[in-house]
Structures are given as structure tokens and as C-alpha cells.
């Protein structure tokens, strides 16, 4: 529910829904409110669906014989599609599993590059320790060269015997000798050594770098064929996709013509069937809608005749009105005029025209506007509820007007520069929501102010939850934007918006206000 306060005045905004009338029943003192435009009520038959004629639906019959060869070709159509694309699902599978294998070539390919390259790095160093032993092996050999050329060993050997003082002496230089040989021969053999190990690992590095580079030139090669797959099978895919796409159109076609035809056979009897119902539904609503109309009727001309009987309310009314100012007039006709409190008076050198006297103009004063304060009801319980009741339910069809109404019934609405003047408002004679409430309470004496703000406080509030017949009901912040008259049962008397008329409505709680106000007990 949307609403909206205007210039000081309660009033929503209008709908474009069109207002119903209400219906009551009234019996032991209880108004039932049956309500036309009750949401689930007019809005419970939709708009008519088509109604084919008797040759349509002949013409149809006559088609469907020959059809049936037409719908069992699209119905091989479909399946040939789709066994289409299942074959096309699974090249396309065989060829992202090739791509797969590829790939798993390819990383073994270089695992096998890597455990070369490894191998060439331990051979390499391999054949740096052979280089080192060798350099060792050379050091010794030259350091015996040396000292045999210094010492004369190998020369000196004969003197050595012949210098012997005896046979002992000879046979210990010969041992020296011996143990001379064979170091020699020792240093040669491990010079030898070292050179051949040197030459079998050089020989390993190269078949080492031989395999590392076949392994990368296998890995290299495993790579383009890899990237060759996975190129061709994305260039097949993205073709199969295409087709597939194509294959799909063709069966949706095919499938809505098959749709299409299987409708043409039973869907203008369909439509014939639920035209049918629809019509029983629109029959039996149109039935149920002028019995509420007709009870609202009733209703609204009772009440209206008991409110026109309460002639003491009337004229309870008719009190209050003569004791108010038009709330709509701008201009006070009758400016009160308060003398000074000092008695001193403002005089002029005016005379009466029929005497000497001296004419005194007492200065005039705006007096302070007062708060609106409840007024006591001049009658109770539950007859005065009943009355007030009445005069709401008696004005039920009265149009609505912004800022119209009092106590004495509707009145002239006023302009508001927007959408109470679209409507036309000002030319108007009706109720706002506001005005509908000053007169429905003026029959019993209370006397409200026309602005639900002041209304809202014009009594006592009690809880929304726990609002009883009789009581107001307000909508907005601090009641800004609605007051209706609860009735009981979940109905509500009010005059909703610009377009419509006073109308009893379900409450609506969204929106409302915590509390309810009640004058009457």
C-alpha cells in the first residue's frame, strides 16, 4: 500500500485498481463486510483464452491424418541427430585421448633427456678426477727422474758393488738396487694407469653426451608432434562443435515441428476446454459479484436510512459543524481581535459619523494555535459505536475527494498541485480518508480535527493487534498517510484515494501504525 500525506491531509495515493463496493450483512448488531474488488475475489478469473471456432477445430481433425507421416519423419530425424552427435562425442574423445598419450610420451622423453644430462655431468667430473690422478701419476714419475739424473742412481750401481768391503756388503747394495728397480717400475706402471682411465672416461663422457643429446632431440620431436595433436584435435573439435550445433538446430527444428504438430491434432480442443471453463468460472464469479453487490447495496441503503432517522445525531453533528471554521479556508473572514493586556488602545482622529466621539480601534492579534484535544463523546457504549458506524456505512459510493468532507456530510475537495488535481479533485463533492472519519463521529459529539496526524492522538491508542468495531485504524509514520474505520472481521470502512469511493476494504497490515485509537468504550 502506497501512501502519501498532502497540505496536512491523510490521503494515499491513487490506484489505478478500480474501487468496488462492499457488502454488508447486518444482524444482532453485527456488519459482515463483503467486499467487491477483495483481492482473490474479482481478480480470480483471468483473461479469457482463445475460443476456436467449430471449422478450426474441424479443419484441425482433417489435418491430422495427414500429418502422421510427417510427425513419424521428424521423429527419425531426431534420433538420426542424435546418434549424430554421440559419434561426434566419441571422435572427439578418441582424439583428446591421442593428444593424451602424446603428451605421456613426451614426458618420459624428457625424463630420459634429464637422466642423460645427469650422466654427462657425472662423467664429466669423472674425467676431472682422472685428470687429477694423472697430474699426481706425472708428479711422482718427475721426482724420480730428478733424483736418479742428481744421484746418479742407475749409473752408479757397479761402483756400488765394487766399493763392497765384503760379500754381506754386496749383497745389502744389491737389495738397495733391487728396492730402486722396482719403485721405478711402480711410478711407470701408475703414470700408465692413470693415462688409461683417463681415456675410458673420456670415452664415457662422449657416448654420455651422445645419449643426452639423442634423448633431447627425442624430446624435441615428441613436443612438436604434441603440440601437431593437440593443434589438429582442437581444429577438429572446434568443426565438430560447429556441427553439433548445427545437427542440435536441426533437431530443435525438428522437434518443434513434431511439437507443433502433435498440438495441432489435440490443442484447439484444448483451447475449446478451457474456454469452457473459463466461461463457468466467469459465470459463476459474475453470479457471486452481484449478490455481493447487491447485499453491499442493501446494506449501505439500511445504514444510510438509520443514520438519516438519528435525528439527535444529526444535530450533534450539525453543533459541531456550526462551532468550526471551514479547515480549507485560508482567509479568516472574522480575525479575532484581542485587546492590549495594558488596556491601551490604539486611537484614531476618526469620529463616529453620527457623533463627536472618538472612535477606539482595539490593535489586532494572531492568536497561538492550539493542540487538538480529544473530545468526549456525547453519547456511549455500544449504540454510539453503532451510530457511528452508520453514518460511515451510509456514505459508501461517495466519491472521493481530497480534502473534502466534514461534519455535516462530503464537501468540495481542494487542490493540491499533483495528483489530486489530476483527478479532478477540486470540482469534486466526496470524502479523503480524514473527512470520512469527522463525520462518521460527529453524530455522536467528537469533534476531530481533518489531519490523521491529530486524529491519531485524538484518543485513546491501543495496541493495532487489539483493535476492536469501532476503533480507527492508521496507516504510515505517525499516521501520516491513512485512517479507516475498523469494523470488525477483518474489514475496514474508508475512502482509499483520488479515482475511488468510499468503500469497506480488508485491513491491510502492512504499513499500519502500532496502535489503533479509540473514543468510543
Known amino acids: 500500500m502506497s501512501q502519501v500525506t498532502r497540505g496536512g491531509f491523510g490521503r494515499r495515493k491513487p490506484s489505478r485498481a478500480s474501487s468496488r463496493l462492499a457488502q454488508l450483512v447486518i444482524g444482532a448488531g453485527i456488519v459482515t463486510a463483503l467486499v467487491v474488488g477483495n483481492p482473490g475475489v474479482g481478480a480470480s478469473v483471468p483473461p479469457p483464452p482463445p475460443n476456436p471456432s467449430d471449422s478450426e477445430i474441424a479443419s484441425a481433425d482433417s489435418q491430422v491424418s495427414s500429418s502422421v507421416s510427417t510427425v513419424s519423419a521428424l521423429i527419425n530425424q531426431v534420433a538420426a541427430a542424435n546418434e549424430q552427435l554421440s559419434a561426434l562425442d566419441n571422435e572427439v574423445a578418441v582424439k583428446r585421448e591421442d593428444v593424451n598419450k602424446t603428451l605421456v610420451d613426451l614426458q618420459n622423453a624428457r625424463g630420459a633427456a634429464d637422466a642423460a644430462a645427469q650422466a654427462v655431468g657425472i662423467t664429466k667430473q669423472a674425467l676431472r678426477d682422472a685428470g687429477a690422478q694423472i697430474d699426481v701419476a706425472q708428479s711422482d714419475f718427475d721426482k724420480y727422474a730428478r733424483s ?21 756388503d754386496v749383497l745389502d747394495r744389491a737389495q738397495v738396487l733391487k728396492l730402486l728397480s722396482n719403485t721405478q717400475r711402480a711410478v711407470l706402471d701408475g703414470l700408465q694407469r692413470a693415462r688409461t682411465e683417463q681415456a675410458n672416461k673420456d670415452s664415457a663422457t662422449r657416448q654420455a653426451k651422445l645419449d643426452a643429446d639423442a ?21 577438429a573439435l572446434d568443426q565438430q562443435v560447429a556441427k553439433k550445433a548445427s545437427i542440435e538446430a536441426e533437431r530443435n527444428s525438428a522437434q518443434a515441428q513434431l511439437d507443433a504438430a502433435r498440438n495441432a491434432v489435440a490443442g484447439l ?12 468460472q466467469r459465470k459463476a464469479e459474475e453470479a457471486h459479484q452481484a449478490a455481493l453487490e447487491a447485499a453491499a447495496k442493501q446494506a449501505a441503503e439500511e445504514a444510510a436510512a438509520r443514520a438519516a432517522a438519528d435525528q439527535a445525531a444529526k444535530d450533534r453533528a450539525a453543533a459541531l459543524a456550526a462551532a468550526q471554521r471551514p479547515h480549507t479556508a485560508v482567509e479568516d473572514p472574522t480575525p479575532t481581535v484581542i485587546p492590549d493586556d495594558d488596556d491601551e488602545t490604539s486611537t484614531d482622529t476618526s469620529t463616529d459619523s453620527d457623533s463627536d466621539t472618538p472612535v477606539v480601534t482595539p490593535k489586532p ?44 456530510g462530503p464537501t468540495r475537495g481542494i487542490r493540491d498541485g499533483g495528483v489530486a488535481d489530476s483527478y479532478g479533485d477540486f470540482n469534486k463533492i466526496g470524502f479523503d480518508c480524514s473527512g470520512l472519519m469527522i463525520y462518521a463521529f460527529a453524530g455522536i459529539g467528537i469533534s476531530l480535527p481533518h489531519y490523521t496526524g491529530y486524529q491519531y492522538t485524538a484518543g485513546k491508542q491501543v495496541p493495532s493487534s ?38 469497506v476494504s480488508p485491513v491491510r497490515w502492512g504499513g499500519m501504525t502500532p496502535y489503533a485509537v479509540r473514543l468510543v468504550s
Open 466 to 503: 487489539e483493535m476492536k468495531r469501532g476503533d480507527m485504524i492508521f496507516y504510515g509514520p505517525n499516521a501520516s498517510q491513512h485512517v479507516a474505520l475498523y469494523l470488525g472481521d477483518g474489514q475496514m470502512l474508508e475512502a482509499p484515494q483520488s479515482g475511488s469511493s468510499v468503500k
Open 365 to 408: 492579534t494572531t492568536p497561538k494555535p492550539a493542540t487538538p484535544k480529544p473530545t468526549v463523546p456525547s453519547v456511549s457504549g455500544s449504540a454510539a459505536i453503532e451510530s457511528v458506524i452508520d453514518r460511515g456505512m451510509s456514505q459508501i459510493g461517495i466519491q472521493y475527494a481530497w480534502g473534502g468532507g466534514d461534519e455535516n
Open 215 to 235: 634423448a633431447a632431440e627425442i624430446a624435441a620431436n615428441l613436443q612438436a608432434l604434441a603440440e601437431q595433436a593437440i593443434a589438429i584435435a582442437r581444429n
Open 269 to 280: 480442443q484444448g483451447q475449446r476446454q478451457a474456454y469452457a471453463t473459463w466461461d463457468e
Open 148 to 168: 736418479s739424473y742428481v744421484q746418479g742412481t742407475n749409473t752408479a750401481s757397479i761402483s756400488s758393488f765394487l766399493d763392497a768391503k765384503g760379500p754381506g
